[in-house]
C-alpha cells in the first residue's frame, strides 16, 4: 500500500501528488501541517529523518525528494498512464526540464515564498518558541532558512531571486510558444515539476507572469489545470495558503 | 555512433567520461580547450547552443547536462556493466545523490575553482578582449559568472561556499563510514557523479579532505581511482590544471 506525506497542493509537495492522480494510483494521504511546523515532529522524523515534505512511504520503503519520488512511481508503479516519454533522447529532454526546476526555478520561487509566507508563520513567536522550533529542524541548511525568514531576506538577495524568477518564466514562455508540452510532445514529469512551481503566478507574480508578456505560459498553466485529474486533486486536497 | 565532447577528466566532464569507460562504449572523444573558450566559438554553439560542456552526440541527437547524459547513457546503451541499481527504491537513493551534487554539491566546489582558475584565465586580458569573450557567451547567467570571476567573488560567498564544501564532505563521509557505496551496494551513478566533484580534494581542499577527518571518504575515493576503467580515463585523457 502506497501512503504519501505531504503539504497542500502546492509546490515540492504537488509535484508527486499530481503523478498519483494522473496514475490513478491508490494511496493513503496524510496532509502535514505546515503551520504548527509538524514536519518537524518526532512522529514525522521517524519517517523522514530530514524532516521534509513529500515522502512516500511503499510498503514500508520511505522515497523522498519530490521529482525522486515522480520517477519512482514510473519505474515502480507503471501504468497505462505514462508520465515520461518512452524514447530515450526525449525522456532525457523531460529530464533537462526536472532538473532545472530542482537546480534552479524552484529556488528563487521558494525564497519569495519563505520570505512571505513563512516569515508571517513565525513572527508572532517569541524567540524562545522560535528557538524551540529551530531546535526541533533536523538539518542544519534548514535551520539558516528559518532563521533568515524571521530576521528577513536580505534586499539584494530578494531582488536578485526576483531577476531569476523573471528570467525562468520568460524561459518557459520561450520554450512553450513552440511546443504544446515541455518535452517529448506529451504530458509528462517535465510538465509536472514546473506547473508545480508555476500554477498561481499570474496571481502572486503577475508583474511576470501575465497576457501580455507571458501567454504561452499562461495558456499551458490553464492547459493542465483543464485535466480532469488536476481537477480531483484541487477538489480533493485542501490548499493552505 | 557516439561522439562526446567535453573539457578535461573533471567535474562535469568527468561524469559521463566515466560512465562511458566504465561500459566500455566504443566513442568519439573532442576535447575542447577551456583556455581559449573553445565552448563559446560559433562551431561548439552550433552543438550545443548554451555553450557548455560536455554533450553527447547520438546520430546527430545532442544530449546536454551530465548527470542527464549518464542516465542517457543507461537507457540508450545497456550493456553487461550496469551503473544504476536494478532494484526501484535502489535506484531512487541513487538519484537522491546525484540530485544532491547537482543542487548543491558541485555549486560550492565550482564556485572556488572559478575562484582560484577560471579568474587566471582572464586577467590577463585587457578589458576590451575580456568584453569580446563574455560576448560570445550564450548563458545570461554564465555571463554573471565570468564577469564574477575577472572582478573577483566576494569574501562572505567565497566563506559561505567553503562552508557548504566543508558540510558536503561530512556527509558523504558519514554515509561512506557505513557503506562501500554511497546506493544499492553498488558502484552506480551516484558514485560517479560525486566523485567526479570529490576527486583530488585531499589537495585542493586538504583542511577538509584528508586522513584524519574523513577516512571513509578518502577509503572511497581511493577504492574508485582504482578501478581499471577509472585509471584508463585518466591515462588517456590529459588533464587541464
Known sequence: MLKFYSFGPGANSLKPMLALYEKQLAFEHKLLNPRTFEHHSEWYKAINPRGQVPALDDDGRIVTESTVICEYLEDAHPTA??????DHFDRAQMR????????????????I??????????????????????????VAEQQVKWRRAREGFPQDL????????????RKLDD???DNEWLAGGMYTLADICNFSIANGMERGFAEFVNREDTPHLLRWIEQINARANVQRVFANVPREF
Open 158 to 169: 530578494l531582488d536578485e531571486e526576483m531577476r531569476k524568477i523573471g528570467s525562468s518564466v
Open 81 to 86: 498512464v505514462k508520465l515520461r516519454p518512452d
Open 96 to 111: 533537462i526540464w526536472t532538473k532545472w526546476v530542482d537546480e534552479y526555478f524552484c529556488w528563487c520561487v521558494s525564497t
Open 175 to 177: 520554450h512553450l510558444a
Open 113 to 138: 515564498g519563505w520570505h512571505r509566507h513563512v516569515s508571517k508563520m513565525v513572527e508572532h513567536l517569541s524567540d524562545a518558541e522560535f528557538e524551540e522550533v529551530v531546535a526541533r529542524i533536523p
